[in-house]
Every structure is written in structure tokens, then in C-alpha cells.
């Protein structure tokens, strides 16, 4: 793929490193790839970041065809930076493509558009503990017509935002509210894309659990209100006597999370017991009441690791191992973030180095 660049002239100051927060700053440039039928995927630029431009009746204001992704980018110390299987972010865009009638996007295309955008944007990858470079790659439906129609036009672009962590908190457990009016998504949706519209649905639930004084929300399944599905925009775990469970994809509503394989990778690498089932809510208040529940966490790339400290169930509170962070779950933050950060051996070929 052959890539023109175009570099601004006047570039921005560098922002606070101290006090990131989490996408409130952008980089310098952004990536950008035309598709047109008949024509495939083509005209791949780097150029300076601004707005971009569309018809007022496109398809992607009206109809949310759009798809995206989230990894990131670390600094592994002597100019080196690291991607964390970026491979997989393409594998699960072209997933969540076909879903949405958009053309395939070939995976190197876009490991391509990733690793070269973050090189030109190399000053943009901080380097304080617990800090990343925050890689945005979306893809829209341009065609300008009212019609619900597929698209024969789309932007592939990738942005770029150095972040802090995720949630203030840090490691610290966050409290979880058990959400049982609204639903994520239901069997045959696209509860497993990585779409705008699942998350422009979750706000009203967001919102209504940060009144109430918690961090997130967990789902449960839109059919009868008695499985786990996720735990706010993250896959959800929990250790129960000694295994570690995990909601299975099957359903086709949750999302197939990258750290979520990873972990169960790094799990089953060490011999921990592991199952991807359906848990239901009832299973989880059994285990909390016998003492069996003995840790929980969610697992994505924005927050990597975030332990579980209490969760909130049609106004009954459960808390989990005290409300502290498990040890289970600390070594595997440590491990994941140690690979990432190229602390620690990536015994997976995970890591792609830039």
C-alpha cells in the first residue's frame, strides 16, 4: 500500500503528560483511505488532522453505518514502540463489517495505516507509568442519499489520543451497578460488532448508574433478564471456587474482546481452570452467599484490567474479596501490561515492534 503524507505546518504544543485524561487530546495527523465500488480501497494519505467533510445526507449521520476499533500503543524504552495484536483489531473490524454491509478491509491495509500513522506521530507516545498512545480506526458509510441502502462510498481513518488511565480509580475496585431496565443487546443484533449504536444505546443506563454512585453498569441478556452479558464497554470475568468463568460468545452479543482472549490465554498458559458459559445472575449471588465468589473483573483495552469491588443487585449490595483487588487478577494485570510495555517476555508474539 502506498501511503502520500502530507505534514502540518504548525504543529501542536505538547499537552500535559501528567494529566492526559483519557481521549481529550489528538495528535497532529490522521490516516485516511477512500472506498469506492468498482474501485476497492484506494488513495491511503497521512495528512494533517482537521475535520472531515460529508454531504449532509450521509448515510453514516442517518443510518450509524459505521464500524471501529480501540488498541493502542506503548513505549518500551530506547525509542521503541510497541503494538499490542493489532492483527485481531483488524480481524474483528472486517467481523463487525460484514455485519454491517461494509466492505472487507484487508488486514494488512490496516496494520499498515496503523503502524505508519503511529511512527509519523512518534512524539505523541508518552512514556509516564500507566500511559499509552490511543489508536481510533473507524470506518463510515459516505454516500449522500436519504434511502436505507448499503453505501457505495466509505472513509477508513484512524486518529490518534495519548491517554492516562481509564478510570480514575486505577486498580482501585470499582463499584458496579446490575442493570435490569435497559438491555445491551439481544440474539441476531450486534451485540458482537464493534459498533456506534450499541454504545449510543448504553448511555441512558451509563447515566443512570453514575447517579446512583457507581462506576459502570453490568448487562444482562435482552431475552430474559437472567444472564451476565458484559460489564459496562468491557468483557466481564469472575473467579468462582477456583475457575475462572467468562459469558461464551455463542449468543453473538458480546463483543469478542482482544484482552479478553489474551487473558484467557495467559490463564490457560498457567493452568488456571477456565469456561466460557452462560453465568446467570442467580449462579453469581449463589457463589458471593457461600463465600465461593472470589474475585471479578472486567477486562478491555481502554482500562486493560479493572477489579470489581461491589455490585449492586435490584438494590442489594455484594461485595466482592472485601473490596479489594485479588491477587489473581493483579498478576494478570501485571503480566498483560508487562508484555504490552516490553517489561516482561511476550512468550505469544503478541507485540509488534515499530
Not at 242 to 255: K, M, Q, W
Not at 260 to 267: A, E, H, N, P, T
Not at 303 to 317: C, Q, W, Y
Request: some cysteine.
Amino acid at each position: 500500500m502506498q501511503i502520500a503524507k502530507t505534514f502540518t505546518t504548525n504543529p501542536k504544543p505538547e499537552p500535559n503528560w501528567n494529566d492526559l485524561g483519557f481521549g481529550l487530546v489528538l495528535t497532529d495527523h490522521m490516516f485516511i483511505m477512500d472506498y469506492h465500488e468498482g474501485q476497492g480501497w484506494h488513495d491511503a494519505r497521512i495528512v494533517p488532522y482537521a475535520p472531515l467533510t460529508l454531504d449532509p445526507s450521509a448515510i453514516v449521520l442517518h443510518y450509524g453505518v459505521e464500524v471501529f476499533e480501540g488498541l493502542k500503543a506503548y513505549f518500551a524504552g530506547e525509542d521503541e514502540i510497541l503494538l499490542f495484536r493489532p492483527d485481531a483489531n483488524a480481524r474483528r473490524i472486517n467481523n463487525s463489517s460484514a455485519r454491517l454491509c461494509i466492505p472487507e478491509l484487508p488486514v494488512e491495509y490496516f496494520v499498515e495505516a496503523v503502524s505508519e500513522l503511529v511512527r509519523v506521530e512518534k512524539r505523541w507516545v508518552p512514556k509516564l507509568p500507566d500511559t499509552s498512545l490511543y489508536i481510533r480506526p473507524f470506518i463510515i458509510a459516505t454516500d449522500g442519499q436519504l434511502g436505507v441502502r448499503r453505501s457505495n462510498s466509505y472513509l477508513f481513518v484512524v486518529i490518534l489520543s495519548p491517554v492516562g488511565a481509564y478510570y480514575p480509580e486505577g486498580l482501585n475496585p470499582v463499584k458496579i451497578y446490575v442493570e435490569d431496565e435497559y438491555v445491551r443487546s439481544v440474539q441476531g443484533g450486534t451485540g458482537f460488532c464493534k459498533c456506534g449504536g450499541n454504545y449510543a444505546a448504553s448511555l441512558a443506563a451509563q447515566y443512570k448508574a453514575k447517579e446512583l454512585g457507581y462506576s459502570q453498569v453490568l448487562w444482562l441478556d435482552g431475552a430474559e433478564r437472567k444472564y451476565i452479558d458484559e460489564v459496562g464497554t468491557m468483557n466481564v470475568m469472575f473467579k468462582i471456587n477456583g475457575e475462572v468463568l467468562t459469558p461464551d460468545l455463542s449468543s453473538g452479543t458480546i463483543l469478542p474482546g482482544v484482552t479478553r482472549d489474551s487473558v484467557l490465554k495467559l490463564l490457560q498458559s498457567w493452568g488456571v481452570p477456565t469456561a466460557e458459559r452462560q453465568i446467570s445472575l442467580a449462579e453469581l449471588q449463589q457463589a458471593a452467599q457461600d463465600g465461593t465468589l472470589e474475585e471479578a473483573f472486567g477486562v478491555g483495552t481502554a482500562a486493560v484490567i479493572s477489579p470489581i469491588g461491589e455490585l449492586n443487585i435490584h438494590g442489594e449490595k455484594m461485595c466482592i474479596n472485601n473490596n479489594q483487588i485479588g491477587p489473581l487478577t493483579k498478576k494478570i494485570y501485571d503480566t498483560l501490561t508487562g508484555i504490552q510495555w516490553g517489561r516482561m517476555k511476550d512468550e505469544f508474539g503478541w507485540t509488534v515492534k515499530l
